[in-house]
């Protein structure tokens, strides 16, 4: 296994890599922003998840076999693509909701706001469906393993672990912090308005910064 100081040193670059701007963690500021920190939360756990497969493949060996085919990658980026395109055009059209009204008297707040299993997916398919995130763990995570120190495979599990946890903890302080900004937005339908079309600019940009990423 990696040695403390490795495990440490290897967490200090996965938190400044989480902090970097980037698709993941301007997803999860735009969905806590929209929907509250809990969604936010929902959403970081589905993309750690996503890391954990991520991670899994590597180990596994089959990252470098997806690496080398571009067909692979071209479909996958599309599949991507295409769904960050849905989530858009579904925030662009996305109706404000009144704060005079009571939750109870409209319908219209509980068919937009999914539920926490979802959101959870949404955060799964928003990270497997990016080859960029595959090929930077294929690159990135065996720097790390020391073959002298045992078998590769379970030592990049555990850094992907490890990747996972300083996810978890920056992604969630940018949940928590979107979500409370976002609920002081909520209470005008004018800012819900202007915070949905924002939301759907952003997924449309990040569907066509996926759409045309290289490997």
Known sequence: MPSLQTLIAFFGVAVLLALTPGPDNMFVLVQSAQRGWRAGMCVVLGLCLGLVGHTAAVALGLAAVFA??????????????????????GALRAQADSPDTPPAASAEPAARAPGAL???????????????????????????ADP???ALA???MLLGLVFMLATLLVFGAIACFSGAFGTLLQRSARAQRLLNRTAGLVFLGLALRLATAQR
């Open 68 to 89: 080398a085919s571009s067909g692979a990658f071209t479909a996958l980026k599309l599949c991507g693509a295409a769904y960050l395109a849905w989530l858009a055009w």
């Open 118 to 144: 979802r959101m959870v997916a949404r955060g799964v398919v928003m990270n497997l469906t990016n080859p960029k995130v595959l090929i930077f763990f294929l690159a990135f995570l065996p720097q790390f």
């Open 148 to 150: 002298a120190r045992g």
């Open 154 to 156: 379970p030592q990049i």
